[in-house]
């Protein structure tokens, strides 16, 4: 994502000099030089999620959903495993309606091994869509600030009707001194606040009398709540 850019500001034959169209230099020609170098680098946590699926999840006959932000880290992580004999499949907003179903399906019936490991993002499919019949492994790479998509997704493969001894696990794989550990903390502070909040009195109710419309509007919520169960 770096590296792109950067090559776009240069002469056409100046990849190597370091000189931007405007005759700049690259402030740290050393970073840029490691940019340029990272294309031919496989990233770390493509070792380790291999790793994992391979160790403990594909011989289980398990599945897993891998989680990502950027679809070019999708892409390249799906050639990665298929490179490794894993196959994966993508579902990101540009994967057509009919193709996501035909995934869908097939991911979620346990019996179907024909793949094991679905790409997402959860702008795509953090809501709407249950994966828990045939799913039981979360691969978190990588997640930006959106507590609501990321809980959202985490719901995916744990919804109501699952057996009482089936164990859902979460994997987040965060790297060292990165913008990964600030927002792994951010999103457990949202977390919580947001499970105070639900679990908290409904402050609008408490400040209505017998003569507004409490009634109505309890049976509105628990409409709501009936509904989502």
Excluded at 11 to 38: C, H, M, P, R, V
Excluded at 48 to 70: D, G
Excluded at 97 to 119: A, G, H, T
Excluded at 201 to 216: A, C
Aim: aromatic content about 8%; charged content about 25%; some cysteine.
């Amino acid at each position: 994502m770096l590296l792109q850019p950067i090559i776009d500001s240069l002469d056409e034959n100046d990849e190597n000099t370091g000189k931007l169209s405007n005759n700049e230099k690259i402030a740290d020609f050393d970073i840029f030089q490691e940019i340029s170098d990272y294309k031919n680098t496989v990233p770390n946590k493509f070792l380790a999620i291999k790793n994992l699926l391979k160790e403990k999840i594909i011989p289980q006959s398990e599945k897993a959903i891998i989680w990502t932000i950027f679809i070019k880290n999708a892409e390249q992580l799906k050639q990665y495993l298929q490179l490794n004999n894993i196959r994966a499949e993508l579902l990101l907003g540009y994967i057509s309606q009919d193709e996501r179903e035909v995934v869908i399906n097939s991911f979620n019936n346990p019996k179907d091994l024909s793949f094991q490991v679905v790409i997402a993002n959860p702008f795509t499919v953090a809501e709407s869509i249950s994966l828990h019949k045939g799913c039981h492994n979360a691969i978190y790479m990588e997640r930006d600030y959106n507590c609501g998509n990321f809980l959202q997704s985490k719901d995916r493969i744990h919804r109501v009707g699952l057996d009482s001894n089936q164990i859902t696990c979460y994997y987040y794989f965060l790297s060292e001194n990165s913008i990964d550990e600030v927002i792994n903390q951010k999103l457990d502070e949202k977390a919580e606040r947001m499970s105070r909040v639900i679990d908290g009195n409904i402050p609008l109710l408490g400040i209505l009398d017998d003569d507004n419309e409490t009634d109505l509007i309890q049976a509105l919520i628990e409409s709501y709540d009936k509904r989502n169960h």
